[in-house]
């Protein structure tokens, strides 16, 4: 059988995290069964859907390596690709129902159909239509319809017949065509309904799997029943397990951000981002977590795909993002560079600030006190901030430290001892091999001085970095160069008086 699936975005908000991961399980399906991905826009919702939200997806998924072999970015031979430009489709396909009599013209104004939904409401029965014009002459409607009476399109829904699937996540589903009324599929001729719509490309792009969120469960007997009328082979559907908040409501806005733009922006990558969302709602057999997208496409299969839902847990991506960057630092550190370059680009230069340097960003990235350290980009110019910008204004208390018993004399002392060591020391700008001297040489001040480590250590480091944390001092010697270390000792010396 010639796999094809299908990515179908209505563009009525910017790419949601939702949508990748069902695009990427279409995408792995698709390649791992040596099928087509085809990239559909639903965008018959015309009060909601946007241009700028269909780029914003489009130009996301392409980001993102998923978009498929086919559709509105690359074009194909189902073209067009955008539902808006298929409505005579639709419309020969609404017409081919009410010719053969399995939908018709409904003429109900709004009025009666919220007086007789408030009535059965009131009653406590589920708000269905009551059937007033299925029995209207076809003829007649027809003619009310060309005199300009508006009417809407129902399919008429045959009574009582079973509605079977086999999901292929979820196993055997079974619905009773009774459970549905005659549902509306087009407000008018030339103006079909999602159902109408979904089916008829699914249909002629011979879809053969829909691969879509746990929330169109409801929806596939609905198409089914659009099949059978047409007498068209029903693909298979596989309903994806909900993605959810921490405390397990439905994925929100206001809990979590769901933006794929806003990840990215963030510096997550898009290869981590990808493996955390791969694992959202399936798994491996093993404990394995970090994946290649040839990984992904070996191993994925629709069948460990979870019933229950998925808690979308940003600690686990932070991890995962945290094991791509280390990784790409210490494998093609000059490759990854240009990722980074654009948050430091970002960030706003402080006054006093030295020019951002590559080689030394670079050889900060590799020191093994860094490497590891960074969970996103973002993180990166703040945490190095410390080699390129002025020394922070950091109060003398931040010295004394209380936990080492750390007095201004005490202070004094310890920088009078630290300069005159460094002043003896000679090293380069960056050069880490200097790392083990630098720190040894501070550490003899310990006995002579008669303090204990910290009493030592932790004003120098302090002095260096302004604050409260930071990397090692003997890092911190190395990357700020000696003339730039002098400096900052010279500075908390002088606090000390
Ligand atoms: N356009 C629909 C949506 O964005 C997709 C429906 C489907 O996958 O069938 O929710």
Sequence with gaps: MNVRLRIPPSPTGLLHIGTVRTALYNYLFAKKNGGTLVLRIEDTDKERGTKEYEDDIVNGLIKLGIAGDEGVHVGGPY?????????EIYTGYLQQLLDEDKAYYCFCTKERLEAMREEQTAKKLPPRYDGCCTGLDVAESKKRVEQGESAVIRLRVPQDREIKFNDLVRGENVFRSKEFDDFVIARKINDPLYHLTVVADDHDMEITHVIRGEDHISNTPKQILIYRAFGWQIPEFGHLPLI?????????????????????KEGYLPEALLNFLALLGWNTTDEQEIFSMEELIEKFSLDRVHKGG?????????WINGEYIKKAIAEDIDGFYPKIAHFFSSRPQAEGSTPIDPVLIKKILQDPDFAGRFKKLSEIPEALAVFFEPLPDYSMSLILNEKFKITPEIGKRVFQKAIETAQNLEWEVGDNTQTQ?????????????????GQVLWPIRVSLSGAERSANFATLMVYLGKEETLKRLGIALEKMN
């Design 79 to 87: 073209a067009p690709y955008r539902q808006s430009e298929r409505t």
């Design 244 to 264: 959810l908040n921490e405390d397990k409501t439905k994925l929100s806005k206001r809990k979590n951000k769901v933006s794929v733009d806003d990840y990215l």
């Design 310 to 318: 998925a808690v979308f847990d940003i600690k686990k991506l932070d």
């Design 437 to 453: 001297t630098l720190s040894e040489s501070m550490m003899e001040l310990v006995e002579p001085l008669e303090l204990k480590n």
